[in-house]
């Protein structure tokens, strides 16, 4: 479990949305620049891939997706959709895996498929995947397709 999901922080309840939108700049600074798809690689040959859905004068909604190898075996995926909204400067996970509706609480425990907190947890993963890359020095090798 990440140490930032069981976190209680006494900062502002937006912190990670406003540290996400952060760290997205130090990855993609130039992502109104235009184009559809960037590649992000990092130091340690690993590549995170962002395509551009959608974008509008005050919010841009990209898909982040993620392979992951530990020990040689595959992992799935990692498959988000963020929307990014400038004004604010918040970025937040719109999907994740898939799942288009997360709601920000739900009544069950975990007898269901998610988590009582779902959307922070994911959130917050978003949080670790983009220090994971700013840490491992990703930068952008943008490809126009």
């Keep these: ?32 620049q235009g184009g559809n798809r960037y590649l992000l690689s990092g130091h340690d040959g690993e590549e995170m891939e962002v395509l551009l859905l959608e974008q509008c004068p005050y919010t841009t ?6 392979p992951f190898t530990i020990d040689g ?3 799935p995926d990692l498959s988000m959709q963020l929307r990014i909204y400038h004004d604010a400067r918040v970025i937040e996970v719109s999907a994740y895996q898939g799942c288009r509706h997360i709601p920000a609480r739900y ?3 975990s007898h ?8 922070r947890q994911i959130n917050f993963l978003l949080h670790d995947l983009l220090r994971y890359c700013v840490r491992l020095g990703y930068c952008e090798q943008r490809e126009v397709i």
């Design 1 to 32: 479990m990440s140490h930032t999901i069981c976190h209680s922080s006494p900062r502002s309840p937006m912190w990670v949305f406003e540290e996400n939108y952060r760290l997205w700049q130090r990855l993609l600074p130039e992502l109104e």
């Design 73 to 75: 075996e595959w992992l």
């Design 112 to 119: 269901g498929r998610h988590h009582r907190d779902e959307k």
């Design 107 to 109: 009544q069950v425990t």
């Design 61 to 66: 909604m990209v898909e982040l997706s993620k």
